[in-house]
């Protein structure tokens, strides 16, 4: 939770709309944005541990023939196909890839779309390729900031391991899952080599932007003791945002969608965060479900902004994870899955 700021700050929320391709690039924020409202309306929460623990890999989502995982709204999209269904493992690779590793996806297998968000500065305008039209790649999120550049979204195919025969074990074979643990010693090192001011103790948890500072109870105070450790990633989720290191709006008032927006993006990061990790907690309660749907309903790019924004404070955490951990803190984003 993030602590609420004393006073509200109004927001303007106009949007410009191209037409032509803007067109098709509203379709894939629909698209996405109404399956994860689907999920959200059926009482599950898609990016907290989607998957059953006895049949199904724990993890981020990997790219098989890179070994780089992805990120943004794609982590959110390959763990709901895998749960749906039911792969083993959460090891992917385009039909290409899959070729050139000396396998093939199988006749008849049904892929799953992942998308790749990037910018392109027409040629003429001042964005910083000089005026060049050349487009800038980045995670599937808002698709762009700037006034200058028109964000645009592409499609790409992948295909989970389970789909394919023929390839070698380097593509098959992932690396093992944490034992079954309530003590997690690189969860434990992550936090302290954080250094950030991490207090234990009292019955709340929260970050407090103002003081930056996170709080939370001691563990022997959860019903399910592995769960302190999702709330002290959510927590430090939030902690990314100060200014001096990502940098992320921490000014809205509590219940206000300034503040959705925020615990949206730390419990994304948490959920990445514990998948990386090996950690599995258990289910969200449905607490902040409704605010979520309103934020997601409200504008259709909100879950792209906030699983992009998850994504770099996910990273920005396991930059800190002890090499020993073997966790693959760099995400490639979808348009590096075909390279």
């Known amino acids: ?23 098709v690039r509203v379709s894939l924020y629909d698209e ?36 780089r995982s992805y990120s943004g709204i794609n982590i959110l999209i390959l763990w709901g196909a895998a749960a749906e269904r039911g792969f ?26 992942i998308f790749y968000a990037a910018r392109f500065t027409p040629k003429g305008g001042s964005g910083d390729d000089g005026g060049s039209g050349a ?14 550049a028109i964000p645009f979204l592409k499609r790409f195919t992948v295909f989970n391991v389970d789909q394919c025969d023929g390839l070698p ?45 996170v709080a939370v109870p001691p563990q022997q105070a959860f019903a399910n003791q592995i769960d302190y450790y999702r709330t002290a990633l959510h927590e430090l989720g939030h902690w990314t945002g100060h200014g001096s290191r990502l940098g992320r709006d921490q000014t809205g ?8 927006r925020e615990e949206l993006c730390a419990e994304l990061a948490s959920a990445f965060l514990c998948a990386a990790l090996g950690i599995v907690p258990t289910v969200r309660h449905a607490d902040y479900i409704g605010a979520w749907l309103a934020i997601i309903r409200a504008d259709t790019r909100a879950i792209f902004r906030a699983a992009s924004l998850a994504s770099k404070a996910a990273d920005y955490l396991l930059a800190f994870a002890p090499a ?16």
């Not at 602590?3 to 067109?23: C, I, K, P, Q, W």
């Not at 083993?88 to 799953?112: D, I, P």
């Not at 487009?135 to 200058?148: C, N």
């Not at 008032?253 to 959705?260: D, I, P």
């Open 32 to 67: 996405v944005t109404a399956r994860i409202v689907g999920e959200l309306e059926a009482g599950r929460v898609p990016w907290v541990r989607p998957w059953d623990a006895a049949a199904f890999a724990p993890g981020l989502p990997q790219n098989a023939d890179s070994g």
């Open 88 to 113: 083993s493992t959460q090891r992917w690779l385009t039909f290409r890839q899959a070729l050139g590793a000396g396998g093939a996806v199988r006749k008849g297998e049904k892929g799953t779309t």
């Open 135 to 148: 487009a800038r790649g980045k995670d599937a999120s808002e698709g762009g900031e700037g006034e200058r």
């Open 169 to 213: 074990p380097r593509c098959v074979e992932a690396a093992p899952p944490l034992p079954p643990r309530e003590l997690v010693p690189v969860a434990e090192a992550l936090i302290a080599a954080t250094g950030a001011d991490f207090r234990v103790g009292g019955n709340e948890a929260y970050y407090s932007p103002s003081h930056d500072y």
């Open 1 to 23: 939770m993030l602590a609420a700021s004393a006073s509200a700050h109004g927001r303007a929320a106009g949007r410009r709309r191209d037409v032509g391709a803007g067109a």
């Open 253 to 260: 008032a509590f219940a206000s969608a300034a503040y959705g």
């Open 324 to 339: 020993a951990a073997g966790v693959a803190a760099r995400g490639a984003d979808a348009g590096e899955a075909d390279q």
